[in-house]
C-alpha cells in the first residue's frame, strides 16, 4: 500500500478587497456621523422648544376655555396687568359674549413660536368647535411666575 500524502484543504476565501479607497470611506463615514448628530440635534432642539412653550400654550388654552364657556371673570384673569388696564374686565365681558363663537376652540396650532424666560408669542390657527379654522395670535408676559396675555387677536378682525 503507497501511502497518499495528505493535504489540508485551502483555507476559506478572505473578505473580498475593497472596492472603495480608503479616503472614500472616511468621507461615508463623516457624512453619516453628521447627518446622525443633526438628526438628534433636531429632536432635542424640537423637544426643548415644546417644553418652553408648555407654560404659555396651557395658558392661552386655559383663557379660550374659560372665555368660551362664558366664565369671563376666570378668562380676565389670565389677563397681564397691562391688559387688564387697556380692557377692564366689563369691556371685555361685553366684546367676548358678542363674538363667544371665537373663543370656543376644538384645537390650537402654533406654527410660529417664539419664547424667552419673559416673554412668548405665538400664533398659527385655532380650530373652533364648529370646524372653522381662524387665524389667532397671542403675546404673552412672565408675571409673578405665571403666564399672563399681553395682547390676542382672533379671526382676521
Same mark, same amino acid.
Given at each position: ?48 422648544? $415644546?417644553? =418652553? ?7 392661552? #388654552? ?6 368660551? %364657556?362664558? &366664565? ?22 361685553? $366684546?367676548? =359674549? ?7 376652540? #376644538? ?6 413660536? %417664539?419664547? &424667552? ?41
Amino acid at each position: 500500500m503507497i501511502a497518499q500524502p495528505s493535504y489540508a484543504p485551502p483555507p476559506p476565501p478572505g473578505p473580498p478587497p475593497s472596492v472603495l479607497p480608503t479616503w472614500a470611506r472616511w468621507i461615508g463615514l463623516g457624512c453619516g456621523a453628521i447627518l446622525l448628530l443633526g438628526s438628534v440635534a433636531g429632536t432635542v432642539f424640537f423637544v426643548l422648544m $415644546q417644553k =418652553a412653550t408648555a407654560g404659555p400654550e396651557r395658558t392661552i #388654552q386655559a383663557f379660550l376655555a374659560a372665555a368660551g %364657556s362664558g &366664565d369671563f371673570t376666570t378668562a380676565h384673569g389670565y389677563f397681564s396687568a397691562d391688559l387688564k388696564q387697556v380692557q377692564p374686565l366689563d369691556q371685555f365681558s361685553s $366684546q367676548a =359674549a358678542a363674538h363667544q363663537q371665537l373663543f370656543q376652540a #376644538q384645537d390650537t396650532t402654533f406654527n410660529s413660536r %417664539s419664547v &424667552d424666560l419673559h416673554h412668548a408669542d405665538l400664533s398659527g390657527t385655532v380650530t373652533l368647535t364648529g370646524g372653522t379654522q381662524v387665524p389667532a395670535s397671542f403675546k404673552l408676559v412672565k408675571e409673578d411666575g405665571q403666564w399672563r396675555l399681553t395682547s390676542y387677536q382672533l379671526g382676521s378682525g
